[in-house]
Each structure stands twice: as structure tokens, then as C-alpha cells.
């Protein structure tokens, strides 16, 4: 295994400090110094002057379940620096269950009746395991798809013996490593879900010391009854929630990421509380009739019934049409949507805020996707550290390493220090910025010059490398 010596470089070790100059020595997957480095025979040197050397950043959202195995090189990713992937987001996740047919929306996000095909969630990570990605994966197992499993009907709460068969699937998930369980109280599948159905699952969550994540079941007029029910299974059940994504959706909520934050703020002094933001006033999942009237704008970002849609505006095709806007979303669907419903204010508010992590929220088979999928990372250090001045770079990168590291449990990551994997981005501080936008989405962003993970490049020259070093992460090992 090649060594290298990354020289000259401003090293931001992910804590927050202010950066230093360091040289940094890879040697068998990890770093090995960080100071003045002597060039040794053997060890590739490369020049990093005027350049940061970060630790890798964690995307702590994502949708990549399927992504890593079928596009397992995850350019949209490493293009960004991103070096590890939070999996199984919003109660969705890839495992465990066998689909006989097309699963429900906002299944389809992830795949088709035959990409569910994983008994049990170790078949799943065995199967990245044989095939491994370019990055590392942190996966989360999804209440809903325990539903598909476990349930005939999804439109009510489950059963004593739903539940318990729910219960053996989360227990087998965690045995094999999941971080924790993932809900989407908001999507069908679980919105009939009462809070007793998730607070019984929360238990088996605090034996195993993991998590839950939540796309909450509302983040608009309900939203702060929303925080305390999420709050309340943390609390119950004495483990860390994670909120997705937060945001205040539909223009009535514009400004009131003031009251939620200030509500985060007061219950994060009595338990252990984190939340994840994307860097924009757009959010994006399945076309929806119930969502269209609260956004300014709904851009289509994949459509079965009429593909070629795609990257359009509903109101244009629905003018063309003749047809009202929920006629039209009928004729598209299934599809999926970009919705401009943020106030930009709210956005800045709950970037700024100290405990919020990055999430991209990306949704990798689009056709159309959000500009989040490659821009998100470079947004956030270039745009809105550099350009807004939201914060420093340092305290930028922190958010992106150390913070989720330490949150989701990813022992030996998120920091750079001797011992530590060398997971690491180089970038031009003066430079990175995202270059993927509304309407060209998939262009990998500016400024990102070398990605390592566990001390193999993977990106480099503004492409990957085609090294897949990727490893499953495993809660506790
Ligand atoms: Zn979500």
C-alpha cells in the first residue's frame, strides 16, 4: 500500500479550532503524523500548499442504500469530499425485507420490487461488504420498511404480534451493526404509526446504545408538536434522536425556525438531541398533490408515467395541458418533485445554528435530482462560510466531521490526528464552491482536489480514481 505525505497544507482537524500548518503522513490506512514530515522512500508526496486538509466529511442524510451497490464508484459523493455515508434515512431503508411487488411510495425512491431482495439487514451489508463502494456506509434501518415486513396493511398501527415481529428485525439489524432506527411519520407507510408503536422499538434502541433519526410527522403548522413527540422517544426511552432535516415548510412558517431552535436549545439541556439541515430553500422527494399548495414553484424530478418531464415546472406542463396543478401531478405520478417552500432565512438560521450537522438529503436516481445530491458539502464551506460568512471554515468543517463522528458513534473518524483512519479532503479554501444548480444538477463542484479514504485516493484531478477502499461501518466495532 502506497504511503503519502500530504505537504504544506492548512490542517483543520475537525474540532473547530482555527487550521495550522502540518504536514500529513498516510501510512496503512491511517495517519500517521501530523507536524513536520520528513520524505521517505516509497511514500508519494503531495504538494498542498494553499490548500486545507480536512477529515473526510459525513454525510449524515442520505438515500444511498442501493446507490453503493449499483454505482458503488459514488462520484456525486466523493466529488464533495464526502467520505462516509449515513444510510436508511427517513424510515426507508433498503433492508430488511423481499418485496413481491412494487413497494409503496417513497419506497420507490430507493427501488423496484426486485432491488428489495435482503431477508435479512446482514445479507444487506454482506452484500456491500463483497462489492465494496468508493466511501464508507453508516447504515440506519427504517421503521417503515420494518412495517412492509412485518404488516398485511400499513393503515393503521401495528399489532402486539406486528410489533413483536418488528421488534426481531430492529434486534437482527442492530446485531448486524445498524446504527440505529430511522421513521418517516410523515409518508404513508408510517403515518398511521401512533408514538407507542415507535416508543416500544426506542427500548430495544437503548440495550443496543444506538439512535433514532426522524423525518418528523410534521414540519409546518404542527411542527413544534412534532419536536416534542420525537423529544418525548428519546427522552423515554434514554437514547439520542436525531431530527432530519429540519426546516419549516409552507410560506405561513416562514421565520418560526426561531421558536423551533429555541425549542431544540431547551430540550437539548435534559437529553441528547442532534439535528442535520441541507444548504437550501428547496426540498425534494415524491410527487405529492397535498404538498403542492404550500410551495412557490414544484419542479419534477422523475416521472414513470411521462419521463420526459423531467426538470420541468408543473405549472408549465399543467398550462400546456389545460389541466389544474393536481390533475397534472396525477398524470406524472409515480414521480418525484423539488418544492421551493423555505423562507432562505430559515435555512441561514438553522445552518448557523452551533449543534446542526450536515445532511444531503440526496436522492441518487433522479433523473432531474435536487442539487443537494453533488453540491451540498462545497455549498456549505464555499457559499455559505466564505461567501455568507454564516460561519468560519473551521466551524463549517467541524459540522460536516466531528460533530455527526461523535453523534452517530463512528469511532476513529471525523478528526484529523495520528491512529485516526485517514479519511481526508483536500480542498482550495478560496476556491470550492458547488457548481450543481436547479437547472444543470449533476456538476460536480469546484475545488475539491484530493479525497482519501482509509488512506486510498479515491478522487483526484476532478474525477474518481476508480479505488473502492469503502467499508461498512458497525456500531460499536
Ligand atoms: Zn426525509
Redesign the pocket.
Known sequence: MTDFILCGGEVIDGSGKPPFRADVTIREGLIAAVGKCESRAGAREIDCTGKVVAPGFIDTHTHDDRALLVNPEMAMKISQGVTTVVTG??GISLAPFVAKTAPPPPFDLLGEADDFCYPRFADYLAALDSSPPSLNAAPLVGHSTLRLAAMEALDRPASTVELAAMGEGLEEALRAGAFGLSS?LYYPPAACAPPSEIEALARLLARAGALYAT?MRDEGKGVLASLDESFAVGRKAKIPVVI??HKLAGRENFGRSTQTLAHFEKAMGAQEIGLDAYPYAASS?ILQEDRIGAAEKVLVTWSKSVPEAAGRELSELAREWGISLEAAAQRLKPAGAIYFMMDEADVRRILAFPQTMIGS?GLPFDSHPHPRLWGTFPRVLGHYSREVGLFSLAEAVRRMTSLPAARFGLKGRGSIGPGLFADIAVFDPSSVIDRASFDDPCRPALGIEHVFVGGRPVWSEERPTGERPGRVLRRGR
Open positions: 434515512n427517513c418517516g423525518h432530519s432535516h422527494t438529503d
